[in-house]
């Protein structure tokens, strides 16, 4: 039997995920988390109060739904929560009336450029009710009257977070974030917690030089009480670190620079995506939009860049029914997993090196040079030795010597591993700028 690539399983777990209405708070958000938290053993849930004060911002109150739908007098649901998740703008409060056409027209959200679309609406922090529905169908809804039900509850509760941290030999930790905050939409809600989970649980197996911390949180606040718990110590110890959403199309790689542009992350994954996705888009600090903000505010200053593909608010499904299981595919997502891991090997690896001998080390005599010389040239392996050495002075680090050598570093590792056995190469303190 052929084994399941990351990709598959990632693309299983987002047909899952699917269905669940989630939003900043509330069962669909904790539905999500105990179902990564089965797959991601020390996955920690934590609980917070609405009204709690994180920097300049509140807890809301909890929101949850289970039913909603607007129907002619004859009872025929016209717009239908159980249909789409996306119908209801999210935090509508309770409501049970009956409107006509023009009441009904007011509290309703479509587009008319994308007119088969359900557009993705919500209203945390001021109090309303609202259904979203594709253009095409508002446009046929009829004289009315209607009526209209929210069946939800928003009242006093919590706001579900969760982390894991994965200790390394080292306090030096790198931050993966992402957020569980959006119903049924599947590059921009999704991908992003499926390929952390899916790192994750890569990073459990294998021999770790550095930390790692997983956050898993709703967008914006529960970033924002998550860095008002643990930010001197995050300050303290993070060194590279990745905001991880719209990680499952095949469509071309986005690099959006952090506030500084030269952090360990911004540069890592700079070369990589040159090396392996040249085709990628640039973008600047202008078009951020998502937790990269807090992560790079003023006075919090944490080197965490966006992770994605297409980039949030630049694909045509974004934010709306069309971001479904047909935008995202598990090639998509096994080529992310391996792009991210490329990253965090490059990252765990980076050292500023120095040679340790005065001229060029004798390379012949521990098996790293050929015994004759030819006109060609050697082999890549000896040009990259050679190359490599010459840069190793002490003040470049792996993916500075990457970069001047025209090599992807992730090549350069085991290269470097043979000149430290050797005892030709010395690593200098770890360097993240």
Known sequence: MDAVSPGQEMYRWMADLFPICRSLTGDGVRETLRYLGDLLPGLRLHEVPSGTQCFDWTVPDEWNIRDAWVADMQGNRLIDFKASNLHVVGYSEPVD?????????????????????????????????????AHEKREALGPGPFRVV?????????????????????????????????????????????????????????????????VFVPETIGTI??????????????????????????????????????TLSD??????????????KRYTFLDRASDERQYNSPGV?????????????????????????????PAG??????????????????????????????????GLYPTTSMKNGYCNKVNIIIDYLAY??????????????????????????????????APVEWKAE
């Open 97 to 133: 009336t009956v409107v006509t056409r023009e009441e009904l027209d007011a509290r309703l959200y479509s587009l008319p450029d994308q007119p088969d679309a359900i557009p993705y609406v919500t209203s945390y922090y001021k109090r309303t009710w609202g259904f979203c529905i």
């Open 267 to 280: 540069r890592t994954l700079l070369h990589v995506l040159g090396a392996y996705h040249p085709d990628f």
């Open 225 to 262: 009480w998550y860095l008002s718990q643990h930010l001197a110590e995050m300050q303290r110890n993070v060194v590279a670190g990745f905001v991880l959403s719209c990680t499952g199309d095949d469509r071309a790689w986005s690099y959006l620079p952090s506030r500084q542009g030269n």
């Open 150 to 214: 929210i069946d939800s509850t928003l009242a006093p509760g919590h706001m579900t977070c969760a982390d894991l941290f994965l200790p390394g030999r080292s306090e030096k930790t790198v931050v993966l974030s992402t957020y569980v905050c959006h119903p049924s939409m599947a590059n921009n809600e999704l991908s992003g917690p499926v390929l952390q989970t899916a790192m994750a649980r890569h990073l459990m197996q294998r021999d770790r030089e550095l930390s790692y911390l997983l």
């Open 333 to 366: 997502l096994d080529n992310s997993f391996t792009t991210l891991a490329r990253c965090l090997e490059i990252i765990e690896n980076n050292r500023t090196w120095r040679t340790t001998c005065l001229c060029e080390p004798q390379l012949g005599k521990r």
């Open 392 to 425: 190793a002075d002490g003040t470049l680090d792996l993916v500075q010597i990457a970069d001047r050598i025209g090599v992807p570093a992730d090549e350069c590792i085991p290269v470097v591993r043979e000149l430290v056995a050797a005892g030709v190469l």
């Open 301 to 329: 200053d944490l080197p965490i860049i966006p992770f994605a593909r297409s980039l949030y608010r630049h694909y045509p499904e974004y934010h709306t029914s069309l971001d479904d299981l047909s935008v995202v595919s």
